[in-house]
């Protein structure tokens, strides 16, 4: 994994701008999965224990680039590819933050690239071992400060797929947004403009297609679309 040294400075003016549209839209009002949810069930009794054995901040070693396998990446979508115009995407990072913000591509590539070959594992029984280059998602959880109470992140995706998320692997150093596949920018069936990437969760945790990342307190009774089919939440690597 290779990284630039994150300046800071840099980021102030526009920090300040992305905070009024990060704004901007949430006086617009986005429905949510996770706030409608009172009462929010109690922590996954597994997590604790799941983050002992994971250890989620530990890095997991990379492979070369000799070693990527380019055609073992296995297109896996459950409602086919969403379109999404590139020029008006937009990531929103809402909810237990401090600093909301909405971010475009080109606000997104101002950040220090991440790169890193790992392996992508499915439960349907598969793997491949790929390259991503993409934003680190600490990165950004910097700018947008979470509040004290953020213990949880849902991830919405274009195609109505979600997924949540424990902080601490959200905050992991190899859990990337990516944009990036092999050394190629992101093609729409993987998951372009932006989609998850780590070493540290299975497949079906890696949301293609992101358009918004919530942080939460509590889990909502819905929590990812697999795992409301009977897949485990924590679903470690
Ligand atoms: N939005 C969205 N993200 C998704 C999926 C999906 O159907 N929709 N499938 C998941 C599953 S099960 C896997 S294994 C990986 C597959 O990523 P790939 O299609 O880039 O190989 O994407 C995950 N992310
Ligand atoms: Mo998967």
Redesign the pocket.
Known sequence: MSQEPFDDTDLVPRRRFLTLAGAGLLTIGFGSLAEGLVGGLSEPFNQQVESLIFKPQQPVPEFPISAIEPDK???????GTPAIAPETYRLVIDGEVNNPLSLSMTDLQKIPLTSMVIR?V?V?GWAAIVQWGGVRLRDLMAIAQPSAQAKYVYFY?A?G?YESWDIDSVMHPQTLMAYQKNGQPLTP???APL?LASPVKL??K????VTRIQLTSVLGQKRG??EDLGYEWYAGI
């Open positions: 990446l296995i297109i896996n979508s459950f409602r992508h499915c349907e995706s195609d797929y069936e993987y998951g989609r497949g079906y890696l949301s293609k297609w679309y697999w």
